[in-house]
């Protein structure tokens, strides 16, 4: 059974950085697609960003130039790299791992295994 810790979440100002970590445990973190999701009060759950096995990264529009996703298969843990914060990016942040999907891409909810979330507030 794979399991996914996310840590790294709190309270911000705009402009700041935050960084997510998201520790897998029970399974080899190579073999995974994994991505980053969010979900703020009253909206749907939207993808953020999404790393393959090889390397290739996908964006949200709204987080292209100011958020880094990268894993470290080493330590078995994802990564997001928050900066440049803006209010907006206020939400709870999920991580989500599967193996690798032909529109991976996409940034659409449809991982296997997904974390419990950690919370990223940003006030103006």
């Known amino acids: 059974q794979v399991h996914l810790v996310e840590s790294g979440g709190g309270s911000e100002q705009a402009g700041g950085s935050v960084r997510l970590s998201c520790a897998v445990s029970g399974d080899d973190l190579s073999t995974y697609c994994l991505s980053w999701f969010r979900q703020a009060p009253g909206k749907e759950l939207e993808g953020v960003a999404a790393?393959?096995?090889?390397?290739?990264?996908s964006y949200a529009d709204s987080v292209k130039g100011r958020f880094t996703i990268s894993r470290d298969n080493a330590k078995n843990t994802l990564y997001l790299q928050m900066n440049s914060l803006k209010p907006d990016d206020t939400a709870m942040y999920y991580c989500?791992?599967?193996?690798?999907?032909?529109?991976?891409?996409?940034?659409?909810?449809?991982?296997?295994?997904w974390g419990q979330g950690t919370q990223v507030t940003v006030s103006s």
């Open positions: 790393i393959h096995t090889d390397g290739n990264t």
């Open positions: 989500a791992a599967d193996s690798c999907f032909p529109s991976w891409w996409l940034l659409i909810s449809v991982y296997q295994y």
